[in-house]
C-alpha cells in the first residue's frame, strides 16, 4: 500500500522513521511540508534533538530524499490541491499538519483516490465517516466499511483513557481532575508573546506551562474507601499492564524523571511512587507519557 505524509513536524517525522524502519507493505512514496526543501528534510530526518541521530544513511537530490533503499518524493505545498496524490496511486495519506480536521478539508484526499485517511490530530466533527480511537480503549469500535478517516485523539488522551479505563472498571469514577505539565511543543512560543491562551502566551524555555488535561490525575472514586491500599491499587495497574493493557499502559517503581522515559513506546507509564490517596477516596495517579512517541 503507498502512503503519503502531508506535515513533518514532530508527529510525522516519527511516523516517516517507523514506516522507513519496517519491512511491510506500506510503502512511504512522498513527504509534504510548507516548511523546508528536501535539503532541509533529510537533515531534520537523520538529526532529532529529542530522539536523537537516526541510524540510517541519507542522501538527497533535487526533490527526492534516499533513504537506505527507499526514495521519497518531497514536496512543499501548501495546498492538497498542489500534491501529486492521484498520479502516486496513494492509498492512504497521513495527515500531521495539524490543521487539515474537516470532512471537506480531508475530501481532497478521497477525491484523488486515497481510501483512507489517518489524522494526527483529535477530530471533534461529527461523521459516521469518522473515529476517534484511542488503542487498548476503544480501537474496537473500527469499522472499516464505514470508518474512512481515523484519528488517535491526541497524546494527553492516550495517557489518560488507559487509566479512566482500569479505575471505572475496578471502582467507579465519581469525578475526576486532570493536570498536564507539557513537554515543550511548536505550538509553544520562544519568547513571551501575546496569544488568546495567555499561559501560552509565556516563554516555553523558562516555564513548565500547565493546560487542561494529561500526566497529574486526581480521581474521586465510588469504590467505599482507598486508605492503606495504595499497593493494591497500583498492583492492579500493573496486573492490567502484564495482559489486557500490555505494551500501552507500564508501571515503573523506580524514582525517575522526565528524561528517563524518552522513546517509551507506552501510552502512559504509571508512577507507582507517586500513588496516594486523600480523605479515603480521592485517589491520585501520576503518569509519564513521551509526547507523541507511542502513537507512532
Known sequence: MKILINGIGRIGKLIARELLEKDS?????????????AETQAHLLEFDSIHGQWDKKIKFNKNKIKIGSNTLFCYSENELRGLPIREFNIDIAIDCTGKNKTTDQLNHYFNQGVKKVLVSAPISEKSQSIVNLVYGVNHHIYNPNIHNIITAASCTTNSIAPIILVLKKEFGI???????????????VIADIPKKDLRRSRSSINNLIPTTTGSAKAITLIYPELEGKID????????????????????????????????????VIIDTLSTMVVNKKLLKVFGWYDNEYAMR
Open 25 to 37: 507493505n506500506l510503502k512511504l512514496v512522498f513527504i509534504n511540508d510548507i516548511n523546508g526543501d
Open 174 to 188: 465519581e469525578s475526576c481532575c486532570v493536570t498536564t505539565i507539557h513537554d515543550v511543543t511548536n505550538t509553544q
Open 232 to 267: 493494591e491499587v497500583n498492583k492492579m495497574f500493573e496486573k492490567y499492564s502484564q495482559k489486557i493493557l500490555k505494551g500501552i499502559l507500564s508501571i515503573e517503581k523506580r524514582p525517575l524523571v522526565s528524561s528517563d522515559f524518552l522513546n517509551n513506546p507506552n501510552s
